[in-house]
């Protein structure tokens, strides 16, 4: 009786994230993969709703940075096209946490050869490029907090802090192959690195305009309306205390039932994909 509800989330989402007009199809889970089943990056990386959470506060995080705003604003569409931002990031993700090792090592090239594409000058003269490092370090180290954090409200609230530190371990291994530096291998490196970088941060016109891009775009359709909402909320709750305070943003005048809401959702979707082999880790 509950086989149509299964069938119409697992067909929800993945039309979310899959470009289905080019022919786009989950990327299945190889043995062969740059990390092996049962490792903790591909446990993190396999949830959709505490990775949707953690993408869009990673994003409103990474965008304080005015580099990091810039390369975005003066390079991309994300502001008319974020249903493509979105799927280009979880492809890339998903590639390089489960795809055959050529498969994400080809994705890892990819982004490498767009990024040597990529430089400009900030409106306040200072020149930038997507090659840069420490750019880099940053993009990667807040959108690891993110998933790992967003992770642990929504699925491992007991997450152990050794998980913690492997997981930035792990991502560390794709961030090198980025031509990030410097790279954290564990959380209290990670916490670290963060501080570090707050210095560099800024919130102008331009980076409100994208919070409101991202924050407040309309759903694809009207039943995904409220979901949307949601895990805008979500994310908005997730965040950084520094962050929200720089995007002006006010907690969710009832965290309990945002989380509640949120966690439900997540349960809901993780049933749905129970029996699906595609992601399954043995």
Known sequence: MLAPIRHALIKQVRSTFNDQSRGERPVPASDDAL?????????????????????????????????????????????????????????????????????????????????????GTLPDGRAYKATDPSLLAWVHVAGAMSFLDGWRRYAEPRMSRADQD????????????????????????AEDLITSFQGEL???????????????????SLPEAPVRILLMNAAVDLLPEFARRMHGLAKPMLPPIVRG??????????????????????
């Open 35 to 119: 990390f092996p089943p049962g490792s903790v990056i591909r446990r993190v990386h396999g949830d959709v709703t505490s990775m949707m959470v953690g993408g869009v506060a990673a994003l409103l995080t990474q965008m304080l940075h005015p580099k990091a705003l810039a390369g975005v604003w003066d390079h991309s569409d994300v502001g008319h096209d974020q249903l493509g931002r979105l799927r280009r990031t979880a492809r890339f993700i998903a590639v390089t946490t489960y795809g055959h090792r050529d498969s994400a090592l080809a994705a890892v090239a990819k982004v490498n050869a767009i990024h040597a594409q990529v430089s």
């Open 202 to 220: 800024h919130c102008d016109q331009r980076t409100r305009e994208f919070r409101d891009f991202v924050l407040e775009a309309p759903a694809q």
């Open 261 to 282: 809401a949120t966690f439900g959702l997540a349960r809901t979707i993780r049933w749905a994909f129970a029996g699906e082999k595609y992601r399954r880790d043995k």
């Open 166 to 189: 492997l997981y930035f371990a792990q991502t560390a291994e794709i961030a090198r192959l980025l031509h990030a530096d410097p790279v954290p291998v564990t959380r209290c490196g």
